[in-house]
């Protein structure tokens, strides 16, 4: 996994926790390589996992919620640091739709070594998504996040339900229904 990625996950953690509790938690963590990340160095995800687990410890949040929350972190950066994928977006189900078959494509050429999930969506109706995640990686909360985030960067909402798919255990599909779509109200 991509070395900004982690770097992102620790400035959250400064953000919320302070330089020196960061630095606390990560020294307690039997990361192995004592938790220094740069931004253009690859880490395996457990080391990520790992670091999740120690927050998780230390603050008393769940794992799950600090996934779903560096979803929404990392979004900002993305939007911040990639812009011109959102260009051309008008709403969350348009940015949705174009991470896999465009906007992944794209950062797989910029990054050769990225492990990225597989998607897959439909479209039931005009305010309805289906997206599948598929991932060996355990990071369904963080997909969530994400998901949350695009809602709320094109001031949409909507109903997520996510469930299991039959027969296919590093996958998830999530059920988005809007409530309340881009410029209008519900
Ligand atoms: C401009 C937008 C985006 C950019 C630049 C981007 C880029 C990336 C990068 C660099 C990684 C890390 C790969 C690695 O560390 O090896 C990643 C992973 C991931 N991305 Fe995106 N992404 C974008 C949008 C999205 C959106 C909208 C979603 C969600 C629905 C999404 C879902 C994920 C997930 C869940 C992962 C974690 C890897 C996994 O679960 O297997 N991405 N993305």
């Known amino acids: 996994m991509k070395g900004t990625i982690f770097v992102e996950l620790i400035k959250m953690a400064e953000d919320a926790f302070g330089e020196d509790t960061v630095d606390d938690v990560l020294d307690k963590a039997d990361l192995e390589n004592g938790g220094a990340f740069t931004a253009v160095g690859n880490y395996p995800c457990s080391e990520l996992v790992k670091i999740v687990v120690a927050f998780s410890e230390h603050s008393g949040i769940s794992p799950e919620d600090l996934q779903r929350k560096f979803g ?7 939007v911040e640091n990639y812009p011109g994928f959102f260009k051309d977006k008008k709403d969350t189900f348009g940015l949705l739709e174009a991470v896999d078959g465009e906007i ?9 070594d990225a492990e990225l999930p597989k998607f897959t969506t439909e479209r039931i109706a005009e ?7 598929t991932s060996p ?15 709320e960067r094109f001031n949409e909402a909507a109903d997520i339900q996510r469930c299991p798919v039959a027969a296919q255990a590093d996958s998830a599909k999530f059920d988005i229904t809007l409530t309340k779509k881009a410029g209008k109200a519900a």
Not at 72 to 78: G, T, Y
Not at 104 to 112: D, I, N, S
Not at 138 to 145: A, I, K, N, S
């Open 137 to 151: 990686r355990p990071l369904v909360e963080f997909c969530h996040g994400m998901i949350e985030a695009s809602l």
């Open 104 to 112: 992944h494509v794209e950062v797989k050429k910029l990054y050769p």
């Open 72 to 78: 929404h972190w990392i979004m900002d950066h993305f």
């Open 127 to 133: 305010d309805h998504l289906e997206m599948v995640y």
